[in-house]
């Protein structure tokens, strides 16, 4: 299986700050990579997909980069509906395991 | 709009099973896509458990094999759950879920929580 390992498991930022989560595979997975968000209660929802593309919808103040086995989720300008907590998930090959999550707070 | 809704009982018994049924609408279920189920712990992050593609092929991630069944109703449009053996540690809330263009899964359903106790 591939294992994935995101870090920080949390961050306190600030409304405007540069906000950067990186995510690990234990092996190339080129770009198949997926950046989600989630908020208390609710279902996670897709911000990105094959590592940088954006998901229709997503404000373009999120980005994602990276191949291979090391990837950024970026945050240009964190705004107040941003805090929540991300995942990465590889979707190379089953079992498409997730990251432990990123909680972003105040 | 494809949207997915899990139905099924909210209390299990512990050594009981688990079963779960996640209605498609707005799509069709023997469309090119993977359909999934993830759960989540109270408090703890996300947990693939795994998926079936309409042709009946299935991957189950290995902490789970012994005892998980996914399956699909074509004629219904729906795909289902069944874990066996649970324990107190299965408690989560279970969420089914569409894979679509370049392993994108971009449709989820609300979640359903599952307690497991007697």
């Known amino acids: 299986d591939i294992q994935v390992t995101q870090s920080p498991s949390s961050l306190s930022s600030s409304v405007g700050d540069r906000v950067t989560i990186t995510c690990r595979t234990s092996?190339?997975?080129?770009?198949?990579l997926n950046w989600f968000q989630q908020k208390a209660g609710k279902a996670p929802k897709l911000l990105i997909y094959?590592?940088?593309t954006l998901q229709s919808g997503v404000p373009s103040r999120f980005s994602g980069s990276g191949s291979g086995t090391d990837f950024t989720l970026t945050i240009s300008s964190l705004q107040p509906e941003d805090f929540a907590t991300y995942y990465c998930q590889q979707v190379y090959s089953a079992p498409r395991l997730f990251g432990q999550g990123t909680k972003v707070e105040i | 709009q494809v949207q997915l809704q899990e139905s099924g009982p909210g209390l299990v018994k512990p050594s009981g099973t688990l079963s779960l049924t996640c209605a498609v609408s707005?799509?069709?279920?023997?469309?090119?896509?993977?359909w999934i189920w993830v759960r989540q712990p109270p408090g703890k992050g996300l947990e693939w458990i795994g998926e079936?593609?309409?042709?009946?092929?299935?991957n189950y991630e290995s902490s789970f094999k012994s005892r998980v069944t996914i399956s699909a109703d074509k004629a219904k449009n729906e795909f289902s759950l069944t874990l066996n053996s649970v324990t107190a540690a299965d408690t989560a809330i279970y969420y089914c879920a569409r894979e679509g263009m370049d392993y994108a899964t971009d449709y989820w359903g609300q979640g359903i929580l599952v307690t497991v106790s007697s």
């Open positions: 092996q190339n997975i080129i770009t198949y």
């Open positions: 094959m590592a940088s």
């Open positions: 707005g799509g069709s279920i023997i469309s090119n896509n993977w």
């Open positions: 079936i593609f309409h042709r009946g092929t299935t």
